[in-house]
Nanobody, 115 residues
Framework: QVQLVESGGGLVQPGGSLRLSCAAFGGMFSTGTTGWYRQAPGKERELVARMHPDGWMTYADSVKGRFTMSRDNAKNTVSLEMNSLKPEDTAVYYC?????????WGKGTLVTVSS
């Protein structure tokens, strides 16, 4: 079965940058739709960025111009570069891989933006 493992979370000051990575085992990001989601305390899970197999990407309005998602097919990883971080970006970030009949989720990595 497909296993996704996120890494790179941690504490960062407002205005700082952080890069998250996700590695897939048993599946390939290039064969499905992959994305980053986040869930803040007391809030619903929300889409951050999504990339289709052909490379087409969409971003949440709240992160446009600040976050950049990328995919490395050779390494079978996806990344999320986060810049100009704000306290409201604090959340557990999850990567996922979506196929027609199944969706896989990582366990998440915590990002805390605070002074």
């Amino acid at each position: 079965q497909v296993q996704l493992v996120e890494s790179g979370g941690g504490l960062v000051q407002p205005g700082g940058s952080l890069r998250l990575s996700c590695a897939a085992f048993g599946g390939m990001f290039s064969t499905g739709t992959t994305g980053w989601y986040r869930q803040a305390p007391g809030k619903e899970r929300e889409l951050v960025a999504r990339m289709h197999p052909d490379g087409w990407m969409t971003y949440a309005d709240s992160v446009k111009g600040r976050f950049t998602m990328s995919r490395d097919n050779a390494k079978n990883t996806v990344s999320l570069e986060m810049n100009s971080l704000k306290p409201e970006d604090t959340a557990v970030y999850y990567c996922n891989l979506e196929y027609v009949i199944m969706t896989y989720w990582g366990k998440g990595t915590l990002v805390t933006v605070s002074s």
